[in-house]
């Protein structure tokens, strides 16, 4: 175990693949629907393209690809389409990790194991993840809390690399007058995604939390946790431990991560407490999904 | 003009992009936001897979591939990985108008124009569409109401080709108690996916509405219509006007369609108003993206 | 072992990676450059496309689609393309073993290793295979035989499902006049390609040869062995023996296989010896390449 | 027209599609044949793999991906494979115009037409090119002559952007004792490529050849042109002409181009003739394929 705590193995049964979402009872929801106040209606999904947005080279570039258009009208026409009608489509190749997306439980494993000790070995190249893949999830509802830590720290953005500790994930909930409740779906903002859209400047390093902040978040038994930036922990890894925050939260304790989220308009309208709906694709077997995450505040 | 009323051509201005979304104003997601009784929420998305859902031939088969996995640990190790610790990851091809999905308003063009007079030739391979892409959506909220037909006749699924009529639609509303108003997301149940995905019979006909119900449900000035089925009209299409459904929602009256949506729960439960967030893929330049609709009832 | 020789694992040492192809020395191949008498050249490859060609279900299917054309020239404008200039290019999507194409040695295991004792999990998700990929073959030249076997039976295809004998080869040899010799690029043809071309029948079953064929090849010291088919063998396999023919050849002799090769104009003439070139593509750690063979007669 | 010469269109009719290579007549194969003195097999491609060849970033990463392999051993034995086993396969995703390929016909146009005055407007997204596609080509084979500008130039590589001229070829020919014939396979060496991989420093720019050069090789009446560098032509263009190598070749003479060729070792071995075979993919629509061309010196 990573962090201090006993972890959330075993809590929801032997054969759980759903983790912190089991958070979400519908008392949870009804609760989280009385949030908004104003009916606006937040977006948190960036762009899915080929440049401009943070895309990690290794996984190849996000593509859309113009597979019909009007020059292919004579397929409407032997359909009987009339002449000056027919369809536009794409075919996409993109990672399930692309832009913003939400990780499944099976995304990561640690001492050969994904959450609640199913074996890493059971994602195969043909069928994808046996459990805890991404299809299992489904739709997320909750209340969705932003802790704007930049703002409380009074910058635009973190420093590259800052480490984000649980005093300052504390601060600015104070500074918000916001309490994590159990099954919370948690908007860390750094500041860095927007910096990085507006600048282009350089994908790492990337401030995020820490270990100790995850084992923050894991204790007030949240049920999600996201950030504007790549990997929700910083990049270099806190103490240099790989992949130590999704360890932490993901494998740990079947606390999903957000990735890449754009908080800019929920921090711009102070707009701490919000109900969060996020549909994650059904992709059978897949590791991740991307998502458009929508608020409303 | 295929719908006996005038088009929302230039209802919201010369500029717009949006629609019938335009209806979707902060009073009125508040309302829809009092309208669950429940908590319960609903995943109305079908899996994304290479067989056993409606996939249509000419569009290629959706394939999530394993990127990396456990067998690919060298790659964490050469990262500072310990031993055991890894991460799962997929790469995805698939078309935009795949399982679920939500068309954008340029998905489909009549008179050589898509909603709002927009030249059908801005839709270019490299860059997709200049205009009314579904990136310019992101995320929708509104009232959801079910209207189900299927139920209303009596029948577990309509005859494959039937075409639904307004007086189908206004029955299943008697029956159901529910009134449609402005800025509606409309889902009308036809039973076709249920049958479809239990016994994966054939893919075509598909009951649908027609021409008839189209314009009814574009006279009520409803946001979107879904349906789980294929095209959300009949096919064969009614009148054999080819894609007249969408013409006369998509392009005369920016409504947005959603198809293939998972209606049996809802069904189910009677639900047949409650709280819909779609949150579609910001795409750049897509002409749908795939989704997974949240119900909260 | 599956055939009753000796298999060539060591022959040419612990790390070879090239099986049989290590016999094509460049004697052989001057050799086959004085076999030519016409200097007609034969192109072996069939279309790669959505549909028409046997494609196999659970690979996907291949597209080609258009990247780039005249409606993006805006894009060869940006670099100082005259009004009227540009460019049209495409995005691949397609199985490695679509169409005609050439199985690398890694391709089939047994007994949990490739050819030459490799073990077979070192192919990996994102590297490939380590031993015995598509990229270490590159260029092969050797002298070309063609073994009609449909000819030699008076038939235009052998029945769906037949198996080939050793016999039978011998006979078409002997018909033809022609004696097998060391490093040979065996094609054998079973009629089965060209009539489901030409009439779109069912995939299966397809006439291929059996065991005792491909043991007879091998004993031939032959380098690769292709046919008109999608797997060399019968399917189903002779004596149920699953990929036996890929065991005995592939794994088991280091003999190259060459699938769904086009011999119908080969056969036409009559052309039994001829010169043949393969390009496999150089596709890092890939288990087969799609190729068009080329042969000159 | 860009080169001062009369272009070939027409000149094997209206309705050619084939461009120079009907220079390719069975008589000039059976000579070229006779031009191998060592029997030696060169294999001019170079890696389709994610990085470390010149990759253009507007054309996407070229991604193989392992669709099965021994972890999805269960899909072999529910066909009956017994246990161990099993197939590796891969999934490819890639430019068509990716690391080593040859142009179609189609791949450029000016003055909106391609080779022989088809319309540029006819490369549709579904489709493809209607004319001149690289299904067209198949195989070719023919007197392969290498012209190696860097030796001639006593230097390992020509400086980046340098502009070889028609006297740079002329010199290089004479000092190899080489003259031009028709229908020549023409591959020039810049020594660009094997300097790229060596120290993969920056893509651009890079030496080629210019607009006389490439008129000279056009009066010469060969078949291809070929080189070690992305664009057989300069970068940046001779003159700022956009693409103006491709025009004068391409399309104005039928001339096919081949990018990316691996000439390393037939220069180290100073064989400047050789017989030259290529075997384009017959990808239906296409306007490039990734080859492997076979010199055999």
Not at 29 to 45: F, I, N, Q, W
Not at 73 to 90: F, I, L, Q, T, Y
Not at 216 to 226: I, N, P, T
Request: hydrophobic fraction near 40%.
């Amino acid at each position: 175990m990573l962090s201090t705590r006993k972890s959330n193995w075993g809590r929801w049964g032997e054969s759980d693949e759903l983790g912190a979402l089991n958070h979400l009872t519908p008392e949870r929801v009804l609760d989280a629907l009385r949030l908004p106040k104003t009916g606006k209606t937040y977006s948190l999904g960036i762009p899915i393209q080929r440049s401009g947005v943070p895309n990690l080279d290794y996984r190849g570039t996000p593509q859309r690809l113009t597979m019909i258009n009007h020059e292919d009208e004579a397929m409407a026409r032997a359909n009987g389409g009339a002449p000056g009608v027919g369809a536009n489509e794409d075919q996409l190749i993109m990672p399930s990790h692309t832009s913003t997306h939400m990780d499944a439980l099976c995304h990561v494993y640690s001492d050969n194991k994904i959450y609640n000790g199913y074996p890493a070995d059971e994602v195969t190249p043909y069928s994808g993840a046996a459990k805890c893949s991404i299809d299992k999830v489904g739709g997320v509802v909750g209340r969705g809390v932003l802790i704007d830590v930049a703002a409380s720290k009074g910058v635009d953005q973190l420093e590259p690399g800052y480490v984000v500790t649980a005093a300052d994930l504390q601060k600015a909930l104070d500074d918000q007058g916001i309490e994590l409740r159990t099954g919370d779906l948690v908007l860390i903002r750094t500041g860095w995604l927007e910096d990085y859209l507006a600048n282009q400047g350089e994908m790492m390093p990337q401030p995020g939390i820490g270990l100790e902040a995850a084992t923050f978040l894991a204790e007030k038994d949240v049920a999600l946790v996201g950030s504007d930036n790549t990997a929700v922990e910083s990049i270099p890894f806190d103490q240099n431990v790989y992949l130590g925050g999704h360890i932490v939260l993901l494998v740990e304790n079947g606390i999903y991560l957000l990735e890449n989220v754009n908080l800019a308009e929920l921090a711009a309208d102070r707009c701490y407490e919000f109900l969060l709906t996020i549909g994650a694709l059904k992709i059978t077997g897949a590791t991740a999904s991307p998502v458009t995450p929508v608020a409303i505040g």
